[in-house]
């Protein structure tokens, strides 16, 4: 029983590296962001019209950098979307983030078979609830079977004193701190891209056989769109949506939540 629990806590932490993409990089405190110099534009427009002003015109990539993480941060809350593929497997994420009332989130984590399980939580607490074939999946052979029969129709609850530990990622904060300074050092400026339509700057960070590019809008507020982490380890893609929309978290009651210490430690 004492593998299963252990199951319980590699499942959170995939969970958590889904979401967080896990090598990705950011900003935060280097490289604070300039106002624009207010020297003109620094691109020609294709259109007869001006083009719209940008809040990144005029800085340095890793200023951009900088600006984006600020921006982003102060949405308070946001959408992520995440995929990561280690070992040859996939497993995807959809998860909406909050600051507000100490962290919130709520979403859906995807097994490499792509077999969903709900994600609820507070703070450092989180719930997970899987479908039958998420854990018997996950669990694998009679482990699988031992944990379905357990955590059937039932929340896991994962975080301070549970089985999952202290996994933190339930928050935006938590979420960009794998978007910090010291991962976007050295990023060089990449070609204009769109992120569903919306027009973006580019930067680029190579290390090794690794390249990770951040998508940062190139109009209105700069919010980090997208980063994406090709040849290395571990690629995946992380996007960013629904800036500043309400997220709101409803734990399960207590009935609902399975007895981890049926599975001894």
Request: glycine letters at 16%.
């Amino acid at each position: 029983m004492a593998a299963q629990r252990k199951f319980l806590v590699t499942a959170v932490a995939c969970v958590a590296a889904t979401v967080a993409l896990a090598g990705c990089g950011g900003s935060d405190d280097g490289g604070k962001a300039k106002g624009s110099d207010g020297k003109g534009s620094s691109s020609a427009s294709k259109s007869a019209d001006a083009p719209a002003k940008s809040a990144v015109d005029g800085l340095t990539p890793e200023q951009i950098a900088a600006k984006a993480l600020a921006a982003t941060k102060g949405a308070g809350s946001a959408r992520a979307d995440g995929t990561e593929t280690t070992e040859g497997d996939t497993t995807k994420m959809t998860v909406s983030v909050t600051d507000a009332g100490g962290g919130q989130c709520t979403g859906t984590f995807y097994s490499p078979k792509g077999a969903p399980a709900e994600l609820v939580g507070q703070g450092k607490i989180t719930y997970m609830k899987g479908s039958d074939a998420f854990w018997t999946e996950l669990g694998g052979g009679e482990d699988g079977g031992a944990m379905l029969k357990l955590l059937k129709g039932k929340w896991m609850k994962t975080g301070e004193d549970s089985a999952g530990g202290d996994d933190d990622f339930c928050s935006l904060t938590s979420l960009l701190s794998h978007l910090e300074a010291k991962d976007t050092k050295g990023v060089t400026k990449g070609a204009d891209a769109e992120v569903d339509g919306k027009k973006a700057v580019t930067l680029v960070k190579r290390t090794g056989a690794e390249t990770r590019t951040f998508y940062v809008a190139a109009e209105g507020e700069p919010y980090f769109l997208k980063v994406e982490s090709k040849g290395g380890k571990e690629p995946g893609t992380f996007t960013l949506t629904d800036f500043g929309k309400p997220v709101k978290a409803t734990i399960p009651p207590a009935s609902q939540v399975a007895d981890l210490d049926a599975l001894g430690g």
